[in-house]
C-alpha cells in the first residue's frame, strides 16, 4: 500500500488518486494519521483499498501532502551509515551505530520550503531511507525487525555544519533540529510493496544537479541491525521515525563545497515512495 497524510488526514493513495479513510470506514478509522503506521489497522487498510469503489477515490493536490508521522514521538537517526560516505569522510567504518535525536518540531512536509536562518552559511544537505516504526519494540531481534516497520517514507537531514562543528564539543540533534530541517514523504510504502526491502535506492538533487545516490545495501548496518540496536536501548513507539543514514555526496565532503542557499530547490527521492522536492527560503 501507498498511505499518506494528505491535509492531515489518513489516506490511501491508489495509483494517481486518494481514498480518504475515515469516509471509506464509516467512521470505523478516524482521520488522524496515526491510523496509518499502526500496523493493527493494516488489514482494514487494505480491505478498504480493495473494495474502495471510483467514485471513493479522488483526485489530489500533492501540494497538500505532509510528513505521515507529523507528531513523531521520536526521531533517531545514524550518523556514517553508508559504506561511501565513511570512506568520503576518511573515517574508519564504525563497529558500532553511532545514533542522535531531531526534534519532531523540524519535520516538514514534502514540499514545504526548507526554512535557512539568516546568518546560516554552511547549511547541508542528506537524502535518507527512513523507516516508520509500526508497533512497540523493546530488544526486538533482526529477524523480527521487518514484521513490526510500518513503512518506508523519504527523508532529508539538513544540517547547520557550522553549529554541528561549533567548538568545543562537537554536537548533532541541535544543528540538525531547526524548523523545517526534517521534510520527510511524499508517501509511505508498506514494506510488502519491496521485491528486497534491505535493497532501496534513495538519490538527492541540488537544483538540477544530483549530489547523492546510493543504496541500502551499502549500508554498514542494515535497516534490522540498526532497529535491533536501537531497541536494546530505547523502547520504540509506533509512529518512531528512523533516519538510517546517507549516501556519499553530501555538501561539507563536495569540492567545491556545495551548500543550501535561498532560491535552490533540494529534491529527494525514495525508491517506491516518490519525490519530494523542498524549496530552499529565508
Given at each position: 500500500?501507498?498511505?499518506?497524510?494528505?491535509?492531515?488526514?489518513?489516506?490511501?493513495?491508489?495509483?494517481?488518486?486518494?481514498?480518504?479513510?475515515?469516509?471509506?470506514?464509516?467512521?470505523?478509522?478516524?482521520?488522524?494519521?496515526?491510523?496509518?503506521?499502526?500496523?493493527?489497522?493494516?488489514?482494514?487498510?487494505?480491505?478498504?483499498?480493495?473494495?474502495?469503489?471510483?467514485?471513493?477515490?479522488?483526485?489530489?493536490?500533492?501540494?497538500?501532502?505532509?510528513?505521515?508521522?507529523?507528531?513523531?514521538?521520536?526521531?533517531?537517526?545514524?550518523?556514517?551509515?553508508?559504506?561511501?560516505?565513511?570512506?568520503?569522510?576518511?573515517?574508519?567504518?564504525?563497529?558500532?551505530?553511532?545514533?542522535?535525536?531531531?526534534?519532531t518540531s523540524s519535520l516538514a512536509g514534502p514540499y514545504q520550503p526548507v526554512i535557512v536562518p539568516e546568518g546560516i552559511d554552511k547549511?547541508?544537505?542528506?537524502?535518507?531511507?527512513?523507516?516508520?516504526?509500526?508497533?512497540?519494540?523493546?530488544?526486538v531481534a533482526p529477524e523480527a525487525v521487518w514484521e513490526g516497520i510500518a513503512g518506508v517514507t523519504g527523508g532529508q537531514d539538513v544540517?547547520?555544519?557550522?553549529?554541528?562543528?561549533?567548538?568545543?564539543?562537537?554536537?548533532?540533534?541541535?544543528?540538525?533540529?531547526?524548523?523545517?530541517?526534517?521534510?520527510?514523504?511524499?508517501?509511505?510504502?508498506?514494506?510488502?510493496?519491496?521485491?528486497?526491502?534491505?535493497?532501496?535506492?534513495?538519490?538527492?538533487?541540488?537544483?538540477?544537479?544530483?549530489?547523492?545516490?546510493?543504496?541500502?545495501?551499502?549500508?554498514?548496518?542494515?535497516?534490522?541491525?540498526?532497529?535491533?540496536?536501537?531497541?536494546?536501548?530505547?523502547?520504540?513507539?509506533?509512529?518512531?521515525?528512523?533516519?538510517?543514514?546517507?549516501?556519499?555526496?553530501?555538501?561539507?565532503?563536495?569540492?567545491?563545497?556545495?551548500?543550501?542557499?535561498?532560491?535552490?530547490?533540494?529534491?529527494?527521492?525514495?525508491?517506491?515512495?516518490?519525490?519530494?522536492?523542498?524549496?530552499?527560503?529565508?
Open positions: 500500500m501507498k498511505l499518506a497524510n494528505l491535509a492531515g488526514r489518513a489516506t490511501v493513495i491508489v495509483g494517481d488518486r486518494a481514498l480518504d479513510v475515515e469516509k471509506a470506514s464509516s467512521g470505523a478509522l478516524g482521520p488522524d494519521p496515526a491510523v496509518l503506521y499502526d500496523l493493527a489497522n493494516h488489514d482494514e487498510l487494505r480491505r478498504l483499498e480493495r473494495s474502495a469503489s471510483d467514485a471513493d477515490l479522488v483526485a489530489y493536490d500533492e501540494s497538500r501532502l505532509g510528513p505521515v508521522s507529523p507528531r513523531a514521538p521520536k526521531i533517531l537517526a545514524v550518523a556514517l551509515n553508508y559504506r561511501g560516505h565513511a570512506e568520503e569522510s576518511g573515517i574508519p567504518i564504525p563497529e558500532a551505530p553511532t545514533a542522535f535525536g531531531k526534534f547549511c547541508d544537505f542528506e537524502a535518507e531511507v527512513v523507516v516508520v516504526i509500526g508497533r512497540t519494540m523493546r530488544a544540517t547547520d555544519r557550522r553549529e554541528q562543528w561549533r567548538k568545543p564539543l562537537n554536537q548533532f540533534t541541535f544543528a540538525k533540529s531547526y524548523d523545517t530541517f526534517s521534510p520527510c514523504g511524499p508517501l509511505m510504502a508498506t514494506v510488502d510493496e519491496y521485491d528486497d526491502p534491505d535493497d532501496i535506492e534513495v538519490a538527492g538533487w541540488v537544483d538540477d544537479l544530483e549530489v547523492q545516490r546510493g543504496r541500502t545495501s551499502d549500508l554498514i548496518f542494515s535497516v534490522p541491525e540498526l532497529v535491533s540496536w536501537l531497541s536494546t536501548y530505547v523502547t520504540l513507539e509506533p509512529g518512531d521515525l528512523v533516519f538510517t543514514g546517507t549516501p556519499a555526496g553530501c555538501g561539507v565532503r563536495r569540492v567545491p563545497r556545495l551548500y543550501l542557499e535561498p532560491g535552490m530547490t533540494l529534491t529527494t527521492e525514495v525508491q517506491g515512495v516518490g519525490t519530494m522536492r523542498n524549496p530552499i527560503s529565508r
